[in-house]
């Protein structure tokens, strides 16, 4: 497949609409874990236009900077620290519309006002995570949560 992304406009769900058969036909048929990592972020990053669009991975005892789109990042996160810790140790789906107002974030942007953090897991468990950060407050709602899900099903991490 040529590696061309259609960016559309319109509302939120007609993104996540268009953009998702995109990603699928991205994945088919590679099977290499970080490749369809690094273009799934690229590809949220194109559409949506976010601060940051990326992924942590567990290793060990903690969660380490995977493929990602913007500015520079933290780069290991501890179970229960900040939003992706938060997403790591509880095993849910963090949407926070202001990360000030979050305990203990992880200020890795100041330019990062709202996120929403997807734990990514396999019959193991929790095996990393989806992170993304917007420079606007409350940026991220249910419709973000349902389409990411959807998107991030997508991922095979045997």
Known sequence: MAEDLIIVKGSKKDQYEMLFPQIKALLDGETDLIANLANIAAALKEQFNFLWVGFYIVRGNELVLGPFQGPIACTRIKPGKGVC????????IQVVPDVEQF????????????????????????????DIDSSEYASFDDEDVCQLKRITSLITFE
């Not at 810790?85 to 095993?91: H, R, S, T, V």
């Not at 305990?103 to 095996?127: Q, R, T």
Request: hydrophobic share 40%; with cysteine.
């Open 85 to 92: 810790g938060a997403a790591w140790e509880q095993n849910t």
């Open 103 to 130: 305990p203990g974030h992880i200020a890795c942007s100041s330019l990062s006002k709202s996120e929403i953090v997807l734990p990514l897991s396999n019959l193991s468990g929790v095996w990393g995570v989806l």
